[in-house]
């Protein structure tokens, strides 16, 4: 499908629009996190870890509902683009304080922008999503996603040169992704994408070398790894891009490097050939 052949001004008819959610922020899903992330459950009305506030406001549809990849079918609060591939490519994140286990909490999301443009690898929608996340004090988080769709690889499209990531880094973590984490965070997000869970489908489906570690797990690895070696600091900020997929065949490295004042970390995913996976920083209070 070519850029031309997108009806573009009938799925931008969807900027502006708005949805608004409210949930109790409850223990259970935050602890059962911890436990996926190989660490202790903090106990009591803890602030709620960065990131970990992805476990609430989830998308619940009916089984009915859902296409064929697992995802809920297209349309919703987000447009219907018709390409067959979505993967929330980046995220932007301020937090101004930390929600709190046990309060409730109100999402208010809007979709920002939509645009399309054709590459090496066909056709490309973006989307722009805008939620703010407040309690009875007031906004607490605000977050920006880029949601990517695009087409199935064609035979013979060309594979870009993986960057490589950097080496030398202050600190680092081995993941050993196997198809029980892999689970386990898609159960908590309830995330029905079958390339997270389903090999067949993974491989003989979408052509991908395996399971897919989601991006999102990615990125809370990478703020855990900040809450791991300062366990006191608070994130004011936190960016993360996605750049190659990570599948479950091989070990990866969560890096880290703080920066010399101390304000903030640069943070990245390595896979087991060296290449970057992700790239994302944290800025501290």
């Not at 990131?51 to 619940?60: A, D, E, G, M, S």
């Not at 296409?67 to 067959?84: K, T």
Request: overall charge neutral; proline content about 9%; hydrophobic content about 45%.
């Amino acid at each position: 499908m070519s850029a031309g052949a997108l009806d573009i001004d009938a799925l931008r008819a969807w900027i502006g629009r708005r949805e608004t959610r409210t949930e109790l922020l409850t223990e259970a899903p935050l602890c059962a996190l911890d436990a996926t992330l190989d660490r202790e459950a903090p106990v009591g009305a803890a602030p709620v870890p960065p990131l970990h506030h992805w476990l609430f406001f989830l998308p619940v549809v009916r089984l009915s509902q859902v296409g064929a990849d697992g995802h809920p079918a297209r349309g919703g609060f987000l447009p219907p683009v018709p390409l067959p591939r979505r993967m929330w490519a980046a995220g932007r994140l301020q937090f101004a304080r930390p929600l709190r286990v046990g309060e409730a909490a109100t999402r208010t999301s809007e979709i920002l922008d939509v645009s399309a443009k054709s590459g090496r690898s066909g056709t490309l929608v973006f989307v722009k999503v805008r939620h703010e996340l407040a309690d009875a004090v007031g906004v607490a988080i605000v977050e920006e996603q880029d949601i990517v769709y695009r087409e199935d690889p064609r035979p013979g499209d060309s594979v870009p040169e993986p960057r490589l990531a950097p080496v030398g880094q202050d600190w680092m973590r081995e993941i050993r992704p196997d198809p029980v984490l892999l689970f386990r965070y898609s159960a908590l997000t309830f995330n029905g994408h079958r390339i997270h869970y389903d090999r067949p489908y993974a491989t003989g489906v979408e052509g991908y070398a395996g399971l897919v570690v989601h991006g999102p797990l990615l990125a809370t690895l990478l703020a855990d790894l900040v809450r791991r070696h300062l366990p006191d600091a608070r994130l004011s900020a936190f960016e993360f891009r996605a750049a190659r997929p990570v599948f479950d065949a091989a070990p990866f490295h969560l890096c880290g490097e703080p920066a010399p004042d101390g304000r903030s970390v640069r943070l990245w995913v390595r896979d087991a050939n060296g290449a970057l996976c992700m790239d994302a920083s944290a800025t501290l209070f």
